[in-house]
């Protein structure tokens, strides 16, 4: 599907969240990479084979949470 100098990340790799974006719509809070995942601005991810990534906030630290 990547036709960079440089591939980007298959989908099924760990690092597919670092391609390039091909299709951004802020206003929806998704956006549409290179390899054919769905980036959501919630960090979760839609795979091209349909199946659904959810991805904790790690930002939020125990202290945060706690507070």
């Known amino acids: 599907m ?3 100098v440089t591939p ?3 989908a099924t790799s760990e690092a ?3 391609a390039a ?9 998704w956006s549409l ?3 054919g995942v769905v980036l959501f601005d919630d960090d979760g991810e839609l795979l091209p084979d349909g ?3 959810a991805h ?3 930002w939020l630290t125990a ?3 706690s507070a």
Do not use: F, K, Y
Request: charged share 25%; proline share 10%; with cysteine.
């Open 2 to 4: 990547c036709s960079h």
């Open 8 to 10: 980007c990340p298959d």
């Open 16 to 18: 597919r969240d670092l």
């Open 21 to 29: 974006v091909v299709r951004s719509h802020p206003e929806q809070g």
């Open 33 to 35: 990479l290179c390899n």
């Open 51 to 53: 199946r659904a990534i």
């Open 56 to 58: 904790p906030h790690t």
């Open 63 to 65: 202290e945060l949470v």
